[in-house]
């Protein structure tokens, strides 16, 4: 697949994509009721309104009339471990991704026995070969080998139960690390989505956390289609890019899935010309990497009998794959899926969105707004175009709450398939 991963000719300077965040504007506990949140609605035209998220399925009627809305049905583990070391002292284990004996999240936390996982460790003199034990005796972690702060640690736990149950009961929610406060037991229930069903997150899919039952119900009557994907939101979501070009930064990788009815829902939007609207910056992810991978099928350069395709992370500045639209790609991976006799997609991406690379399946973005330098920032402006920053600007001026607790933007871009320029 390397030949879908040149990096594009042009320079994507991330002094470009920088703005003054004000530090009391990082909201750091949740609005009391889940869609009370401030809704900064983006028009094509630079146009804002000042709106709420209670007034988002009225909105998406006005401007983007009948929809198919796709959310990120990932649920949050609680992988934060507050352990000991065998002198007594305090450690703490952030666990991020599972090794042994799957990478697949939802396989390992379903299993009982030992797993390995790639985590980050806090506390002093604490070495390789050192077992951490944690205080319900639930479980005790094997530090394998260790670099700096990351390490490979191995869980064992003290009884067969499902490792999803223990950490329920042992682990605390990993709030992340521009909270500047301990998890309390509301967070439990406010950094998960009301609809999350896939364990295997360490990170919520933040504009998610908005929607509420009664919304989900009234965008079901207006006529809108209510999709599911799952990506499995990883710790590297907070990794700024540190590279003064982000041609230089490596996207961090993470794991996709769609079901058949999922996939039938986006395919027949894409038919009958309804938008299609991604409820998150993962949730968009996902979608456009359906895509691309749909692309690389009708190239015949995919192989799924080998072990699960990965999504190249320049592919979407690849022009040669310009020539299939939605409809191709979505149509190769449902003959695939229906000569393979599979009911559900899986897929690890390391897709990059940033200006320059077409946004080919969505209509529409509601997220919330992103740390700056980072690559969910390039996402953004990718399908805002320029007019990201006055977006931005904007919502600094109106003292809107921004990250993970905050509130969020409804962009309407102006056609599928295009950047916006202007």
């Not at 804002?48 to 990932?74: C, K, M, Q, T, W």
Request: with cysteine; net charge negative.
């Amino acid at each position: 697949m390397d030949c879908y991963n040149d990096k594009p000719a042009f320079s994507l300077l991330m002094d470009e994509y920088r703005y003054d965040l004000p530090e009391d504007l990082i909201a750091q506990v949740p609005q009391a009721v889940r869609d009370a949140s401030r809704l900064l609605v983006c028009l094509p035209n630079g146009r804002y309104e000042h709106r709420s998220i209670r007034e988002f399925p009225d909105l998406l009627a006005a401007y983007l009339g009948r929809a198919a809305i796709v959310f990120n049905n990932s649920r949050v583990v609680r992988a934060r471990l507050r352990m000991q070391k065998p002198t007594g002292g305090h450690a703490e284990v952030l666990l991020h991704e599972p090794l042994i004996p799957s990478t697949d999240p939802q396989v390992v936390l379903a299993a009982r026995g030992q797993s390995d996982w790639s985590a980050m460790i806090g506390g002093r003199n604490i070495h390789e070969s050192m077992v951490l034990t944690h205080p319900s005796g639930l479980l005790s972690i094997r530090v394998l080998h260790r670099y700096g702060m990351q390490a490979h640690v191995r869980i064992l736990p003290a009884e067969p139960k499902p490792l999803s149950e223990i950490l329920d009961h042992a682990g605390s929610v990993p709030l992340p690390p521009y909270i500047k406060r301990a998890d309390t037991g509301a967070d439990a229930e406010r950094y998960q989505t009301v609809y999350a069903h896939a364990d295997g997150s360490v990170a919520a899919p933040t504009a998610g956390l908005h929607f509420t039952e009664d919304i989900l119900r009234r965008l079901r009557v207006g006529g809108n289609s209510v999709l599911f994907s799952t990506l499995h939101v990883g710790m590297g979501t907070f990794m700024p890019v540190q590279a003064d070009d982000a041609r230089n930064h490596i996207m961090h990788t993470e794991r996709i899935s769609l079901d058949a009815e999922t996939l039938q829902g986006l395919a027949s939007a894409v038919a009958n010309g309804m938008p299609v609207v991604a409820v998150g910056t993962t949730s968009l992810r996902t979608i456009e990497s359906v895509h691309w991978l749909g692309c690389m099928l009708r190239e015949g350069r995919v192989n799924f009998t080998d072990a699960e395709p990965t999504i190249p992370q320049f592919i979407a500045f690849d022009k040669k794959l310009y020539k299939y639209s939605a409809a191709d790609s979505l149509a190769a991976i449902q003959e695939f899926m229906q000569a393979n006799a599979l009911d559900c997609l899986h897929a690890t991406t390391a897709l990059m969105l940033a200006p320059g690379a077409p946004v080919r399946l969505t209509d529409g973005l509601f997220t919330n707004f992103h740390l700056p330098s980072s690559s969910l920032l390039l996402l953004v402006a990718d399908v805002m175009g320029p007019l990201w920053r006055d977006a931005y600007a904007e919502a600094i001026r109106h003292q809107y709450r921004f990250l993970s607790y905050g509130d969020a933007m409804l962009i309407v871009r102006t056609q599928r398939g295009d950047t916006p320029t202007s």
